[in-house]
């Protein structure tokens, strides 16, 4: 009896991994487009929960400068979320403070989501 593969087996095998390839191509880029918006989803909400703790913060109580960072973790992701305040100093005053957020995965050096605003006292 002979061992091998048949000149048809062959290229049976080789017919199915022609049609198996490019959908599994695809739904591998499916799945990496899926994650990355999950990330950026996470960061979203992130970064409005951190300004929403914020709006309940006194003004003058906020620094002037600099920036702190804190790690939260959400759905088994740890996530940086980095806040500085007046990075544009024409922007903050006795009343006002200019503060951006930025949210990372892990130690990721490029933010998954950035956003600035300017908190003013009302009176």
Do not use: W
Not at 8 to 17: D, F, G, H, P, Q
Not at 52 to 64: F, K, N, Q
Not at 106 to 121: D, S, W
Request: with cysteine; aromatic share 6%; hydrophobic share 40%.
């Amino acid at each position: 009896m002979k061992r091998g593969l048949t000149l048809v087996e062959v290229l049976v095998a080789l017919a199915i991994l022609a049609l198996i390839g490019p959908i599994l191509a695809g739904f591998l880029g499916y799945l990496r487009v899926n994650t990355r918006t999950e990330l950026r989803s996470q960061a979203v909400t992130l970064a409005q929960e951190r300004l929403e703790a914020l709006r309940l913060v006194d003004i003058t109580s906020l620094p002037t400068s600099g920036c702190q960072e804190a790690d939260q973790t959400r759905a088994g992701r740890t996530y940086r979320i980095r806040t500085c305040y007046c990075t544009q100093a024409v922007l903050c005053g006795s009343g006002a403070r200019h503060i951006r957020v930025e949210v990372y995965l892990g130690r990721e050096a490029a933010p998954l989501y950035t956003v600035e605003t300017v908190y003013t006292k009302l009176e």
